[in-house]
């Protein structure tokens, strides 16, 4: 009988046929080394081929999953379509274009057993360490929606909402997830809106990133529906369930040392 996973990884993929491969050797080679079941949960969206190249694996490897279509059903409905399925005591995502190493895990998962809820990682807290830069305009730009975002949400605690490296207790992750419904890039506001509204224990954590020069964003349309996706979230146009009482069961069990 299968081991039930203490890790569920979720990386929500569109149109990454060019790196999965790379990116799953590169998850799977660290956690094999770890000592603790897991599975590794593929949303892959488009029509590049990615998709396939994840059922072919999978189909000697259990512990990989996969799902998605040919259209693209964005970032946040990925991984909230992961969650849905993971079945870890920590369920969490990360980047199919490897901006931030699996090892950074060894940053993150201490912090579970100190009774944290919530940790993510960050490209600005201390111990971050940028590899590559994002050019200048796309600095300057997340520096105006990171001062536009946190006036308007006042999320201003946290340092970086937007880097693609976020672990949560299983039923912290089933609550949020649960309750969010931005299918964009800025879900990563959302879900951590939600969490400090329901007084969640958050953790940032410096992380290892590199940008690789590849954005999906467009600077135009995409800058306004993210800017139209941080009114909803402030105005209560998402979903606004009773918060979701967090079972002492779930919280106690198997620690990360």
């Not at 979720?10 to 990116?23: C, D, L, Q, V, W």
């Not at 040919?70 to 199919?96: M, N, Y």
């Not at 299918?183 to 958050?202: C, K, P």
Request: charged share 25%; aromatic share 10%.
């Amino acid at each position: 009988m299968a081991q039930t996973p203490y890790l569920s990884l979720i990386i929500p993929a569109y149109n990454e046929a060019g790196s999965i491969r790379r990116t799953l050797q590169l998850c799977q080679g660290y956690l094999d080394g770890q000592g603790y079941p897991y599975e590794i949960i593929v949303g892959a969206d488009g029509d590049d081929g990615c998709r396939e190249i994840v059922k072919q694996l999978a189909e000697t490897d259990p512990r990989l999953h996969v799902f998605g279509t040919p259209g693209r059903g964005g970032k946040g409905k990925a991984v909230r379509t992961g969650v849905a399925r993971a079945s870890g005591e920590i369920i969490g995502f990360a980047d199919a274009d490897y901006k931030t190493p699996i090892e950074e895990l060894a940053k993150v998962l201490p912090w579970f057993g100190r009774g944290y809820d919530i940790v993510i990682g960050s490209r600005a807290a201390a111990g971050a360490q940028i590899r590559v830069r994002q050019p200048w305009y796309r600095r300057l730009g997340s520096w105006a929606f990171g001062v536009g975002m946190r006036a308007v949400t006042g999320l201003h605690g946290i340092c970086d909402t937007q880097c693609g490296f976020k672990f949560f207790r299983r039923y912290v992750a089933r609550d949020l997830f649960g309750r969010q419904c931005i299918d964009g890039y800025m879900f990563d506001v959302e879900i951590l809106y939600l969490a400090q509204q329901a007084g969640y224990r958050i953790q940032e954590v410096g992380v290892t990133w590199q940008d690789d020069g590849d954005s999906r964003l467009e600077l135009l349309s995409g800058n306004w529906r993210n800017f139209r996706d941080i009114l909803r979230i402030r105005l209560g146009g998402v979903r606004r369930q009773a918060y979701a009482a967090a079972p002492p069961a779930e919280g106690s069990g198997r620690r990360a040392a």
